[in-house]
C-alpha cells in the first residue's frame, strides 16, 4: 500500500485522485490542498490545508506520512519550487523541477529554447523588455498576439480581433505590460483549429495521450470572454475530426525534439506531464505554448479512460522506464462540461456577479463523472467561488450518447450557475472542420 502525495486541489486533482485511488495496489493518498476539495477530500486518508509556497509545510507533511513520490498538479506549487524541496528529502515527484517548469512558467524561454535547438512550430516572434522596438515588429506582422511573461492562468494572452483591433492599440497595450515589470513576447497570429496534446515524459521518452479540444469562450457558439476552459470533449478513435494523422505525429514530433531541447539546455530530465497547445494551420502544426501539467478540463478527458494503473505509470516516469511500459487508454468519446457561477467571465459589477458566493446543491448526475474544482465546502453545504465549480464528463461509445450523459449530469446541479451546451455538438464540430478545410483548401 503505498503512500501518494497529491498536490493540488481543482478538478483536475480530483480525476488524478480518482486514477490514482483505481490502482490495484491500494494506494493511500495524502492531499495537500489549498482549500478543500470534498472530491480529493473523500478519496484521501488525510488532508493537510495550506499555501503552495509553503515548502516547509509540503516537506514536512510529506516525511510525517512517509511519502513514495508526489504527484503535482497545478503549475503553481511547479513554479514554487515544489518538485525541488521535495527531492532534497529524496522524494521524487511526477512533475518537473522549477527550472525545468520554465515550459510553463516563461512563455520565452519556451519560444527561444524551440528557436535555439531548430524545433518546428514556432510563430514569428520577438522578446521585448523595453518598448523600443515593439513598434516596428507589430507592424510587420499581420495578425498579432501579446503575451506577457509568465503565469497568466491561461488569460493573460491579448489576441488581435479579440482584445484589440490595431496596431496602435496593440502598442498601447504593451506599453502597459512592459510598464508592469514583466517581459513581452509579440508574435504572429495564426489561422487555425486549436488542440491539446498532452503527453507523458519521463525525459527522454515521451507517449501521447487521447487528442482533447478545449473550449476557452464562456458562451456558446464560442462568444464572449476567454476563461480557463468551459469543457472539453475527445473521441473513442483518439483524434479530432478535423485533424489528419500527420498532425498528431507532427504534435508528438515537436513535443519530442522540446524534451530533448530540454535536457540538452538544463542537464536534467523533465518528469511529468508536457501538455502542448498546439493549432493546425494551412502550414501544418504550429505550438501555441506548452504547459507542464495536465490541463483542466483536458485531464478529466483522459484520465478516466487510463486502463494502465496510474500508479505504475508515475513509477516508469520517476525511473525514466517509460519505454518498457504498455500505456492504454479506452475506446471511448468523452464530453467534459463545467458548470461556473453565472458571473463567470464576466465583470464585477454585472447583476450576476453576486453568484460566485451562493450555496449549491448537488443532485445525482446519473451515468456522469463529477469533478469538483473552486467549491466551498462548509457546515451547512456547498457554496461557489468566482471560479469554475464542477466538472461533469460523460463517457460513452459515441460522442453523441457522451454528451447527453454529461449534459444530464449538468442539470443535477442546482443553483445560480451556467454551463456551455454546445461542447461536443456536431453543428459546432462541423465549423471547425469547415473552417480547417477552407484555410487548407482541402
Given at each position: 500500500m503505498?503512500?501518494?502525495?497529491?498536490?493540488?486541489?481543482?478538478?483536475?486533482?480530483?480525476?488524478?485522485?480518482?486514477?490514482i485511488?483505481?490502482?490495484?495496489?491500494k494506494?493511500?493518498?495524502?492531499?495537500?490542498?489549498?482549500?478543500?476539495?470534498?472530491?480529493?477530500?473523500?478519496?484521501?486518508?488525510?488532508?493537510?490545508?495550506?499555501?503552495?509556497?509553503?515548502?516547509?509545510?509540503?516537506?514536512?507533511?510529506?516525511?510525517?506520512?512517509?511519502?513514495?513520490?508526489?504527484?503535482?498538479?497545478?503549475?503553481?506549487?511547479?513554479?514554487n519550487?515544489?518538485?525541488?524541496?521535495?527531492?532534497?528529502?529524496?522524494?521524487?515527484?511526477?512533475?518537473?523541477?522549477?527550472?525545468?517548469?520554465?515550459?510553463?512558467?516563461?512563455?520565452?524561454?519556451?519560444?527561444?529554447?524551440?528557436?535555439?535547438?531548430?524545433?518546428?512550430?514556432?510563430?514569428?516572434?520577438?522578446?521585448?523588455?523595453v518598448?523600443?522596438?515593439?513598434?516596428?515588429?507589430?507592424?510587420?506582422?499581420?495578425?498579432?498576439?501579446?503575451?506577457p511573461?509568465?503565469?497568466?492562468?491561461?488569460?493573460?494572452?491579448?489576441?488581435?480581433?479579440?482584445?484589440?483591433?490595431?496596431?496602435?492599440?496593440?502598442l498601447?497595450?504593451?506599453?502597459?505590460?512592459?510598464?508592469?515589470?514583466?517581459?513581452?513576447?509579440?508574435?504572429?497570429?495564426f489561422?487555425?483549429?486549436?488542440?491539446?496534446?498532452?503527453?507523458?515524459?519521463?525525459?527522454?521518452?515521451?507517449?501521447?495521450?487521447?487528442?482533447?479540444?478545449d473550449?476557452?469562450?464562456?458562451?456558446?457558439?464560442?462568444?464572449?470572454?476567454?476563461?480557463?476552459?468551459?469543457?472539453?470533449?475527445?473521441?473513442?478513435?483518439?483524434?479530432l475530426p478535423?485533424?489528419?494523422?500527420?498532425?498528431?505525429?507532427?504534435?508528438?514530433?515537436?513535443?519530442?525534439?522540446?524534451?530533448?531541447?530540454?535536457?540538452?539546455?538544463?542537464?536534467?530530465?523533465?518528469?511529468?506531464?508536457?501538455?502542448?497547445?498546439?493549432?493546425?494551420?494551412?502550414?501544418?502544426?504550429?505550438?501555441?505554448?506548452?504547459?507542464?501539467?495536465?490541463?483542466?478540463?483536458?485531464?478529466?478527458?483522459?484520465?478516466?479512460?487510463?486502463?494502465?494503473?496510474?500508479?505504475?505509470?508515475?513509477?516508469?516516469?520517476?525511473?525514466?522506464?517509460?519505454?518498457?511500459?504498455?500505456?492504454e487508454?479506452?475506446?471511448?468519446?468523452?464530453?467534459?462540461?463545467?458548470?461556473?457561477?453565472?458571473?463567470?467571465?464576466?465583470?464585477?459589477?454585472?447583476?450576476?456577479?453576486?453568484?460566485?458566493?451562493?450555496?449549491?446543491?448537488?443532485?445525482?448526475?446519473?451515468?456522469?463523472?463529477?469533478?469538483?474544482?473552486?467549491?466551498?465546502?462548509?457546515?451547512?453545504?456547498?457554496?461557489?467561488?468566482?471560479?469554475?465549480a464542477?466538472?461533469i464528463?460523460?463517457?460513452?461509445?459515441?460522442?453523441?450518447?457522451?454528451?447527453?450523459?454529461?449534459?444530464?449530469?449538468?442539470?443535477a446541479?442546482?443553483?445560480?450557475?451556467?454551463?456551455?451546451?454546445?461542447?461536443?455538438?456536431?453543428?459546432?464540430?462541423?465549423?471547425?472542420?469547415?473552417?480547417?478545410?477552407?484555410?487548407?483548401?482541402?
Amino acid at each position: 500500500m503505498p503512500n501518494i502525495l497529491l498536490i493540488g486541489n481543482g478538478a483536475r486533482e480530483h480525476a488524478l485522485a480518482e486514477a490514482i485511488a483505481r490502482s490495484e495496489q491500494k494506494p493511500r493518498i495524502f492531499s495537500f490542498m489549498k482549500t478543500n476539495n470534498p472530491g480529493i477530500a473523500s478519496l484521501s486518508a488525510k488532508v493537510l490545508l495550506g499555501r503552495y509556497a509553503d515548502l516547509e509545510a509540503i516537506t514536512g507533511f510529506a516525511v510525517e506520512n512517509k511519502i513514495e513520490f508526489a504527484v503535482i498538479g497545478p503549475e503553481d506549487p511547479l513554479n514554487n519550487g515544489v518538485a525541488d524541496a521535495l527531492s532534497r528529502i529524496n522524494i521524487p515527484s511526477v512533475g518537473p523541477t522549477q527550472s525545468l517548469a520554465r515550459l510553463e512558467t516563461s512563455k520565452s524561454f519556451t519560444r527561444n529554447l524551440v528557436s535555439k535547438y531548430h524545433i518546428p512550430g514556432n510563430p514569428r516572434f520577438r522578446v521585448f523588455k523595453v518598448i523600443d522596438g515593439v513598434e516596428a515588429f507589430l507592424n510587420e506582422l499581420e495578425g498579432i498576439v501579446l503575451k506577457p511573461d509568465g503565469l497568466t492562468g491561461g488569460k493573460g494572452v491579448l489576441v488581435q480581433g479579440d482584445h484589440f483591433a490595431t496596431p496602435q492599440e496593440a502598442l498601447n497595450l504593451c506599453k502597459q505590460i512592459l510598464a508592469e515589470g514583466s517581459s513581452l513576447i509579440v508574435e504572429e497570429k495564426f489561422d487555425g483549429e486549436e488542440f491539446s496534446l498532452q503527453c507523458l515524459c519521463d525525459g527522454k521518452t515521451v507517449v501521447g495521450t487521447p487528442l482533447v479540444q478545449d473550449h476557452k469562450r464562456r458562451f456558446d457558439g464560442d462568444k464572449g470572454p476567454n476563461t480557463g476552459g468551459m469543457g472539453s470533449y475527445s473521441l473513442a478513435d483518439h483524434s479530432l475530426p478535423f485533424l489528419k494523422p500527420q498532425d498528431l505525429l507532427d504534435g508528438l514530433e515537436i513535443t519530442r525534439q522540446v524534451a530533448a531541447a530540454l535536457l540538452a539546455e538544463t542537464g536534467s530530465l523533465y518528469k511529468g506531464v508536457m501538455y502542448g497547445g498546439f493549432i493546425a494551420t494551412k502550414d501544418g502544426v504550429k505550438l501555441l505554448e506548452y504547459n507542464a501539467r495536465f490541463g483542466d478540463p483536458e485531464a478529466m478527458n483522459i484520465l478516466p479512460l487510463l486502463k494502465t494503473d496510474f500508479v505504475e505509470v508515475c513509477r516508469h516516469i520517476i525511473a525514466g522506464t517509460l519505454d518498457q511500459l504498455k500505456i492504454e487508454f479506452e475506446h471511448k468519446a468523452t464530453v467534459c462540461k463545467y458548470v461556473v457561477p453565472k458571473g463567470y467571465g464576466l465583470p464585477s459589477d454585472h447583476p450576476d456577479a453576486a453568484s460566485s458566493k451562493a450555496k449549491i446543491e448537488v443532485g445525482h448526475v446519473g451515468k456522469a463523472r463529477l469533478y469538483y474544482s473552486s467549491v466551498d465546502q462548509k457546515e451547512d453545504g456547498l457554496y461557489l467561488s468566482a471560479s469554475r465549480a464542477i466538472g461533469i464528463v460523460g463517457i460513452a461509445d459515441t460522442l453523441a450518447e457522451a454528451r447527453k450523459i454529461a449534459e444530464e449530469g449538468v442539470k443535477a446541479i442546482k443553483g445560480p450557475v451556467a454551463y456551455r451546451e454546445d461542447i461536443g455538438t456536431d453543428a459546432l464540430i462541423q465549423k471547425r472542420v469547415d473552417h480547417l478545410k477552407k484555410i487548407r483548401k482541402d
